[in-house]
């Protein structure tokens, strides 16, 4: 069985500096950030020297990389055989307090994103960055981003204002669903809130680990609140998620869907049916079991093979060597993880013309 | 849960379950309610100063309203409509009915008791100090002095670290205690130094401390907001545990008060393992940040951490609940009914899983028995 050329579902192109983005803005916000001294937007969430951030081996003298395509390339995409990444931009702008800021910076990554990446190198994709401070500026940016076919998804925090379910932000969901663009929600924060429901964090590994919690709150609101019953062909995938947290968090949701689902009439199906067939995951970092039959149980517990799409996370830190593929993992499954189940998720990835 | 009950006999006789088991999670409620939800049983173990306060002010929590809690439950008083007393009382107000009810024909052999009602987490920490006091009192005189089968937990003002203490070492060495009790949501992670007395005190007088879930610590109860449903809140106490849990492993809890005997009670326990593997993957990568760790994250959990079983997962199929537990161990798990709520967990019908006699034997009773250090 020969493994077909992956589609890596997440990778982080980095903003050199904001400097970078000024070509993208127009003169009243370049003249704001030049003026204000606005420096940088590097999220707290991936603080430049910490080791989860970058690969150690793939640090450059800046400490970083990934800052051009073509080193996402050469690092990100070659190493792997990669047919096709989705470059999900973690650049801090959805934390900016004001609405217009956000939307400023919000559409200068978007139009940096697609000049310099997506024009440059024809295995990328990308995810359009919403203004999350406001719903309507966000859906005004996903009909301005739309049209070109090589955006293949919409981008949100996992970290955000209100619980993501709520009927608030329902016409992204309904923007996104008439674009055929899946809703991918990422490890990151607005910061509007600690990233526990007990307070904040101490330490950055705290707070990392939380994210992976701070997912399990998320996908409640969405099913709570009836975001798949209402868009029925909306799928929603979790990014850079942690995997292994799944099935338990099901479990209870679960026994208390059966209890309580009088609160929440219109979630008819089980929550673990929708699941399975509306959301999806990346597959770092997976969070393994330390022996390779357990890998293969919680698999099994996860009870379908369809959920998992590949990603490094590049140039995130969550593998050594170069097979991000968890160890134990069966082989029939690692081979629809590779591309059947990202060509299923995004349908904008079978439209392989490359120009809007 | 109410609804299964109702197609069932409901009451299993006393024969039916041979082995005498332990409930670590029995919800005690003063009867009468008063001013702002401190009800007066607990008046005649108040001060004068403390009774005046009360009936002038109430009490008051992060949370928007003088009764009841920030999301309406599914039930009154999130209770098994069949536990309200013969004459109307609240669920679990009566030692007599809750007797007659659930320790009798479950022939629960040791009730640890949990009052939920009890002023941690009120905004006053001095009243806080004074509802929860009264609340020690409240349990020996009325329960545990009552039925040799019950113990109490030495419920703590956790926000008030120097008063959490105090109320700890009045009650070490008196043997109708068998925890320190805590709520899950509180003003900061419970690993943050500023609580590392209460652990402390309880080490020193050989109690487990409990952490239910609950508590108002008025943080949103998401990282990303406030939910908007009860089912939000009730399933996101397994979060809130987990955030708590991983505060307190990775802040050193563990290495500083080693003998500490932790139960997280009402939060689940399928997670645990998965929450272990995450912290671990990330530790190796993260240490630096944490050198007071001597050990991977997940070890903690194997030595210090247990979990009660209500409301126990119940997957499809449930073997998979078995493999779950044995990800952790069955020696974490202690069997839990929340009797009176709503959400109950029958023993007669939880955890419909393959167990050995060892097993069964470990989670329904000898858990339970060496975690409260009881015979």
């Not at chain 1, 500096?17 to 916000?29: Q, R, S």
């Not at chain 1, 330490?203 to 399990?216: D, K, L, R």
């Not at chain 2, 406030?226 to 290495?255: D, K, N, P, T």
């Not at chain 2, 009660?308 to 537990?325: D, G, K």
Request: glycine residues 8%; negative net charge.
């Amino acid at each position: 069985m020969t493994q077909p050329a992956p589609i890596d579902c997440d990778v982080h192109p980095i903003v050199p500096g904001i400097e970078t983005l000024l070509p993208y803005m127009d003169d009243h916000w370049r003249e704001t950030v030049v003026r204000r001294g606005i420096e940088d937007l590097t999220t707290i969430s991936y603080p430049t020297r910490n080791p989860l951030s970058f690969r150690q081996d793939l640090r450059d003298a800046t400490g970083r990389t990934g800052t051009d395509p073509a080193t996402l390339g050469r690092q990100g995409l070659d190493p792997f055989g990669t047919q096709l990444a989705i470059c999900n931009c973690l650049y801090g702008v959805q934390a900016q307090y004001s609405e217009d800021l956000g939307v400023a910076f919000c559409r200068a990554l978007n139009d940096w994103i697609a000049t310099e990446w997506l024009d440059r190198d024809p295995r990328l994709r990308a995810s359009i960055v919403v203004p999350m401070q406001n719903t309507e500026y966000a859906v005004d940016e996903i009909n301005r981003c739309a049209p070109d076919p090589r955006f293949v998804q919409v981008m949100l925090l996992v970290g955000s204002e209100n619980t993501l379910g709520r009927r608030q932000y329902w016409p992204i969901y309904a923007a996104a669903e008439r674009h055929g663009l899946p809703i991918g929600i990422h490890a990151g924060s607005m910061y509007r809130h600690p990233m526990t429901a007990v307070g904040w964090p101490t330490t950055f590994t705290e707070e990392y680990v939380n994210q992976a919690i701070a997912f399990q709150s998320q996908l409640t609101s969405l099913i709570a609140e009836g975001v798949f019953a209402k868009f029925s062909s909306l799928t929603v995938v979790l990014l850079e998620s942690g995997v292994t947290w799944l099935p338990a968090y099901l479990w209870r949701l679960t026994k208390f869907w059966k209890g309580l689902r009088s609160e929440i009439p219109w979630v008819s199906d089980p929550p673990g049916s929708i699941v399975r067939d509306r959301v999806r995951l990346t597959l770092q970092p997976f969070d393994a079991p330390p022996d390779a039959a357990s890998v293969m149980r919680l698999v099994d517990h996860i009870g379908s093979d369809e959920m998992l799409l590949f990603s490094t996370d590049y140039p995130h830190y969550q593998f050594d060597g170069g097979d991000p593929i968890p160890e134990g993992l069966d082989k029939g499954l690692a081979q629809k993880i590779m591309a059947e189940n990202p060509l299923r998720t995004y349908v904008r990835l079978k439209e392989r013309e490359t120009t809007p | 849960m109410n609804v299964d009950v109702l197609g069932r006999s409901g009451l299993q006789t006393q024969a039916q379950s041979k082995l005498a088991i332990a409930d670590c999670d029995i919800h005690p409620r003063p009867a009468g309610v008063g001013i702002g939800g401190v009800s007066k049983s607990l008046y005649p173990y108040l001060s004068q100063r403390w009774l005046d306060h009360v009936e002038t002010f109430g009490i008051q929590y992060r949370q928007p309203w003088e009764k009841g809690s920030a999301y309406p439950k599914a039930q009154p008083q999130a209770c098994r409509r069949d536990a309200f007393t013969p004459d109307g009382g609240s669920p679990g107000s009566s030692l007599h009915f809750m007797a007659e009810q659930h320790l009798d024909p479950n022939n629960v052999g040791l009730g640890i008791l949990n009052p939920l009602t009890s002023g941690q987490g009120a905004t006053n920490p001095l009243l806080s100090d004074a509802i929860t006091h009264a609340t020690n009192e409240w349990q020996k005189t009325e329960w545990t002095s009552q039925d040799k089968r019950l113990r109490g937990s030495v419920v703590v003002p956790y926000e008030d670290t120097a008063a959490s203490v105090k109320e700890i070492e009045l009650r070490a060495g008196d043997r109708e205690f068998a925890q320190v009790l805590l709520l899950s949501r509180t003003a900061e992670p419970l690993g943050q130094r500023r609580y590392w007395p209460i652990y402390e005190a309880a080490a020193a007088a050989d109690l487990a401390v409990g952490i239910h879930a609950f508590g108002n610590g008025g943080w949103p109860n998401t990282a990303g907001g406030w939910g908007s449903y009860y089912i939000e809140e009730m399933v996101g106490h397994a979060q809130a545990q987990q955030s708590l849990l991983v505060s307190m492993i990775l802040e050193g809890v563990f290495e500083h008060v080693p003998g500490l005997r932790v139960v997280l009670v009402e939060g689940g326990l399928a997670w645990a393992a998965a929450l272990g593997w995450r912290m671990d993957r990330q530790w190796k990568k993260l240490k630096q940040e944490l050198p007071h760790l001597k050990r991977a994250p997940s070890e903690y959990i194997r030595t210090n951490v247990w979990f009660t079983t209500q409301p126990v997962e119940e997957p499809e199929p449930r073997t998979q609940l078995a493999e779950a537990i044995e990800w952790i161990g069955w020696d974490r798990v202690l069997f839990a009914t929340d009797y009176p709520h709503w959400d109950f967990d029958d023993p007669a019908q939880a955890l419909p899983i393959k167990m050995t006699e060892a097993q069964k034997r470990a989670v329904f009773r000898d858990n339970a028995m060496g975690v409260y250090r009881q015979g």
